[in-house]
Each structure stands twice: as C-alpha cells, then as structure tokens.
C-alpha cells in the first residue's frame, strides 16, 4: 500500500515563503511523476507543479517564477519551495505520485496540507 506523508504547510504572510514535503513509501515499482496540486476554497483541484523521473517539470502559469519543483529519487521525497507567497496561493496543497507497473499506471494522493496566506 503506498503512503503519501505531507509536511510543511501553514501560515504565513504575503510575500512570505513556505517549503512543502512529501514523502511517498510502500511501492514496489518506481515512482515517474511526482507532483503538487491544490483547492483553493470553493474552486476545483487544480494541477500547481509536477516532476517525472526524469527531471522534467511541468509548472501552472500562475506560480511560474516564484515556486519550484524538486525531488529527491532516492527517497521518493518530492518539494515544493514556494516563494512571494499570495493570498490567492491559499488552499490545501495535495501531494500526488504516479506509479506505472507494466502497462498500467497507478495514481496516489497525500491527505492534504493547508496553505495560508494571509497578513
């Protein structure tokens, strides 16, 4: 069963910086995309930043230039280093991975981590 543990939300004031982990354990295949999404209040999950096994990012317009996508393949631990922090930026940031084993491919969410941003 894989796990998805998140870490490093909070509060913090615009302008601020917060730094998101999340540590992905129990597959018995490799990990090829990590990522982050996030809901804001009321508004849809939408797709924040991701990373393939490669190293290739994919980054949402709306963060490009202040966040940025990392991960550690050795520890299956994915980063998100979130900088000039907006009060639109609040929202929980869910960590997600997929796994391919063969042909299929297997997707997992972390449970959440909630991002404030607020003076």
């Known amino acids: 069963q894989v796990q998805l543990v998140e870490s490093g939300g909070g509060l913090v004031q615009p302008g601020g910086s917060l730094r998101l982990s999340c540590a992905a354990s129990?597959?018995?295949?490799?990990?090829?995309?990590m990522g982050w999404y996030r809901q804001p209040p009321g508004k849809q999950r939408e797709l924040v930043a991701s990373i393939t096994s490669s190293g290739s990012t994919n980054i949402a317009d709306s963060v490009m230039g202040r966040f940025t996508i990392s991960r550690d393949s050795a520890k299956n631990t994915v980063y998100l280093q979130m900088n000039s922090l907006k009060p639109g930026d609040t929202a929980v940031y869910y960590c997600n991975v997929r796994i391919s084993e063969g042909l299929a491919m297997y997707y997992y969410w972390g449970q959440g981590t909630q991002v404030t941003v607020s003076s």
């Open positions: 129990g597959s018995r295949f490799s990990i090829d995309r």
